[in-house]
């Protein structure tokens, strides 16, 4: 992977996706808050919390990263290392990360308002291109 390949898929993770997400769960809380009390009941005031995202194209990775999580907010994010870590209630520790292709990603940010409007059958359409994984 080149370089600039790896600052263009770095650029689209923190300055296009993690600003949608925040503008996704800030949506979803105001216009949906049974949904969101329900998904961010586990993540709520809870900080040290890490989730991995697994970035690829025609099936190779081109970007891995840590997105640090202070209840539901993303603080940070790291660029070439894949760690996680979900402190849950119930499951003690669980490191998930997600695999996404970036052309599904670059989609699922386009159907913003799909997504805010009527979450969970517009969510859905896209679980088939995403895989979850855990790291041991």
Do not use: W
């Amino acid at each position: 992977m080149s370089p600039s390949m790896t600052n263009d898929v770095d650029s689209f993770v923190k300055n296009e996706f993690v600003p949608f997400r925040e503008r996704l769960v800030e949506a979803l809380s105001k216009k949906h808050p049974q949904l969101f009390t329900f998904i961010g009941a586990l993540f709520t005031n809870q900080q040290g919390n890490k989730f991995g995202l697994q970035v690829t194209e025609n099936g190779q990775t081109i970007g891995e990263y840590s997105l640090d999580f202070n209840g539901t907010k993303i603080t940070n994010v790291e660029s070439g290392r894949l760690d996680s870590a979900i402190h849950h209630p119930f499951l003690g520790t669980i490191k998930p990360y997600v695999s996404i292709e970036r052309k599904t990603l670059e989609k699922i940010i386009d159907d913003e308002d799909k997504l805010v409007n009527d979450p969970i059958p517009n969510a859905a359409q896209y679980l088939p291109d995403v895989t979850v994984h855990f790291l041991h």
